[in-house]
């Protein structure tokens, strides 16, 4: 076996060596430097939580396949979000909808209570070891204050977006009674899962009121947090709950919406129960990138993103009483809309392959950076992108798998999910500044090569990048990686790879034809080229506490090196 690893290594080095002397320049110019004897901060797993539209996906069959596999990518318990959990109907998923009928209300206005389809869904999550971030909405049909018919859209990809606004969209018809609901709720997580389970989920209220999502005043919805809140914590008054889930963060509308609600729930009024303040555990804002279609081709942009993140940060860290509060980024992702695919919306035809995923990369390391300089409690950023049960093949939706095959983004995950203990200081000579992103993302004429590493008692791992805002592959670019203050003499070397070529189930389904009917043996061969392959495995010598380990990165590829001892 150590013959065949020393084969595969000597082949490396020999497609190493012939691309550097291809390209003279890039075995000298392109050097990340990582020291393990430099701590940055514990290696949160920030990534470990994701969300989507229509929560009656969750137990359909490749709802819970990947969901099970998003469970045995992370050494923590992921957290899940998903719309839509109190809202009337039958359980019938569809684009953007999704219902429990949790709420109804009998012939004389008394409320009845189902928890059939809502226990279905937290019970997918459970057993696998998840944890909600329980959404509280939206409004039943027959609590809604406002409720012309229909009360269930029809909304496909290409209409409007505010198609999918009907009466769910709006306050309750009676509060007392929306708190009541609430309250039944958490009473029956509680007597379901137990108290303890239910105090590590995190509960919020609505989504994105500043947006299409609620269609009432900002004071409104302070009412209807004030309310949901006092029936959390009169049937748990550990629960956590938390909120507003602002949309486009660092806009002045935003930012106004959120500093208002800190305000209220420091030093407001409660409309529930007439004290000052209202609970706050949590604070929760979005952040969105904008894709665009120039000259036919797809042009990323990773700014607006950073910015929204930036401002919530800034907006946290402006008060005592939030400064030091769990901020979760709701939904973090390149842009807005997940169901909205690239036949109608061809700016998101980056999603299918090694864009999505070098992009996930890229901006996630931007993250952490974000939360050291704002110096804040970052517990996690929801990337608001799942499956779409029975939809056309790689159609270009915002989704980690399609049809039960991961996509090449869904890698990305793996390789976080091996990286642990503390993050360590990286430096490279390629990897654009955190300003220049701020300000203008990855447009130069060279890519953005960058790293983040972690090191644990008996391993370190670095995650490494070539990406840029323009979608289109490039030759291969030679990446010197050294690794200093390995506390070994030797140790196995595992190095794993996205691109065109490895862990992408795009490529090889273009390949076959594009079918939109594959048979069992081509979806077969789709689902292990989905796999995180690893390129190379060797056991190597440290030599004064130094490894070198030369990567040959194609433009849009993510390499994790990962060293055990």
């Not at 949309?247 to 935003?254: E, F, L, N, R, V």
């Not at 670095?462 to 390995?486: F, K, R, S, T």
């Amino acid at each position: 076996m150590r013959n065949t690893f020393s084969y595969l290594l000597l082949v490396f080095f020999a497609i190493v060596s012939t691309n550097a002397k291809a390209r003279q320049t890039s075995t000298t110019n392109n050097l990340i430097k990582v020291d393990l004897q430099k701590k940055i901060a514990p290696m949160k797993p920030i990534w470990a939580w994701f969300g989507y539209d229509e929560p009656n996906y969750t137990y359909m069959k490749d709802g819970k396949k990947l969901l099970s596999e998003l469970a045995d990518l992370s050494p923590v318990p992921v957290y899940v979000r998903t719309h839509s959990l109190l809202v009337s109907g039958d359980g019938t998923a569809a684009l953007k909808w999704g219902s429990t009928n949790a709420y109804t209300e009998d012939a004389n206005g008394k409320p009845v209570y189902d928890w059939k389809i809502i226990d279905s869904i937290f019970d997918t999550y459970i057993q696998r070891g998840m944890k909600p971030l329980a959404q509280i909405g939206f409004m039943p049909e027959d609590l809604s204050s406002n409720n012309p018919k229909p009360y269930r859209h029809r909304w496909k990809p290409g209409d409007p977006y505010t198609d999918i606004i009907t009466g769910w969209a709006y306050p309750p018809k009676d509060y007392n009674k929306w708190r009541e609901l609430v309250y039944q709720w958490v009473k029956h997580a509680v007597e379901r899962y137990g108290k303890e389970e239910v105090e590590t989920w995190y509960w919020e209220v609505w989504n994105e009121p500043n947006g299409h999502y609620w269609m009432a005043s900002q004071d409104e919805f302070f009412k209807l947090y004030d309310y949901a809140a006092d029936g959390v914590k009169r049937a748990l008054p550990t629960a956590k709950i938390g909120g507003p889930n602002i949309a486009g963060t660092s806009s002045k509308g935003a930012m106004e919406w959120m500093n208002n609600f800190i305000k209220h729930c420091i030093s407001g009024t409660n409309y529930a129960t007439g004290k000052k303040g209202s609970p706050l555990e949590a604070l929760l804002f979005h952040a969105k990138g904008s894709p665009k279609l120039v000259d036919g081709k797809v042009v990323m942009n990773m700014s607006p993103q950073m910015r929204d993140i930036a401002a919530g940060f800034r907006i946290a860290s402006s008060y005592p009483e939030t400064k030091h509060l769990p901020l979760i980024i709701g939904e973090s992702d390149p842009e807005g809309c997940a169901a909205c695919g690239m036949a109608t919306n061809p700016e998101n035809a980056y999603r299918n392959g090694t864009m999505y995923s070098s992009y996930t990369a890229a901006s996630f390391a931007r993250k952490y950076l974000l939360a050291d300089d704002a110096k804040v409690n970052f517990l996690g950023a929801v990337s608001w992108s799942f499956e779409f049960e029975n939809q056309p093949w790689f159609y270009g939706f915002r989704d980690l798998a399609t049809n039960g095959v991961d996509k090449p983004v869904l890698n990305v995950f793996r390789m976080f999910g091996m990286m642990k203990g503390d993050r360590i200081s990286v430096e490279s000579n390629r990897m654009y500044p955190l300003e220049t992103v701020l300000d203008s993302s990855v447009r130069g004429p060279k890519t953005d090569i960058g790293a983040l590493a972690t090191k644990d008692v008996k391993s370190a791992a670095v995650m490494v990048w070539n990406y840029h805002d323009a979608d289109e592959q490039g030759p291969a670019e030679i990446v010197n990686v050294v690794l200093a203050h390995v506390p070994a003499k030797d140790a196995t070397l595992h190095l794993y790879l996205i691109d065109d070529e490895n862990s992408n189930s795009y490529e090889v389904w273009k390949k076959m034809g594009s079918p939109q009917k594959p048979s069992q043996q081509q979806i077969s061969t789709l689902e292990q080229a989905g796999k995180l392959k690893c390129i190379l495995e060797k056991r190597i010598d440290i030599n004064a506490g130094k490894a070198l380990v030369p990567l040959s990165l194609k433009r849009q590829a993510v390499a994790l090196i990962k060293l055990d001892w």
